[in-house]
T-cell receptor
């Protein structure tokens, strides 16, 4: 079983739609949580960190459920420019490096 | 954007040859990392460094070695390249290895081993 699991998609949504991604992690020692965005053939870039209280950044809302060990990302009012792969990332206590999910691909259509 | 460059950006080589990839940063960050990205696997850590001459293995370190003689440079060497090492290699940096400290990624190197 992978340490971080995501639905690979693709999620095909029209502009203006709301879309949600979920991610589950298997190790309860996971300490820090992130969503990274990766455009085709580009490097991953941090989209947002995910805190226990949940957090929002414009059209993006991230939630963390430690009891069920899942993380979610909600994108409202989708734009064409949101088309990308979204990577769920966790960091385990005592580890320096990140553990990545395989990513969920989003395609926003006009 | 964080000042991270990788060289070469693309390389095609033959099985059995040694290959060295370079990561260079201008941010003076302490931590540097090498990941590989393959379809269906996400990014996986190969090696990382927590200071000059201080390195440690990641989850897929077999067949790879690293060196860091200066803060700004982190080299990844494939001692004898194999076709299974065909991948996209990303370097990353971070100020600390703690908690929510962000990792910034370089543009990647596409390596093909024939």
């Amino acid at each position: 079983r992978k340490e971080v699991e995501q639905d690979p998609g693709p999620f095909n949504v029209p502009e203006g739609a709301t879309v949600a991604f979920n991610c589950t992690y298997s190790n309860s020692a996971s300490q820090s949580f992130f969503w990274y965005r990766q455009d085709c053939r580009k490097e991953p870039k941090l989209l947002m960190s995910v805190y226990s209280s949940g957090n929002e950044d414009g059209r993006f809302t991230a939630q963390l459920n430690r009891a069920s060990q899942y993380i979610s990302l909600l994108i409202r009012d989708s734009k064409l420019s949101d088309s990308a792969t979204y990577l769920c990332v966790v960091k385990r206590t005592g580890r320096r490096a990140l553990t990545f999910g395989s990513g969920t691909r989003l395609q926003v259509q006009p | 954007d964080a000042g991270i460059t990788q060289s070469p950006r693309h390389k095609v080589t033959e099985t059995g040859t040694p290959v060295t990839l370079r990561c260079h940063q201008t941010e003076n960050h302490r931590y540097m990392y090498w990941y590989r990205q393959d379809p269906g696997h996400g990014l996986r850590l190969i090696h990382y460094s927590y200071g000059v001459k201080d390195t440690d293995k990641g989850e897929v370190s077999d067949g790879y070695s690293v060196s860091r003689s200066k803060t700004e440079d982190f080299l990844l060497t494939l001692e004898s390249a194999t076709s299974s090492q065909t991948s996209v290699y990303f370097c990353a940096i971070s100020e600390t290895g703690q908690g929510y400290n962000e990792q910034f990624f370089g543009p990647g190197t596409r390596l093909t081993v024939l």
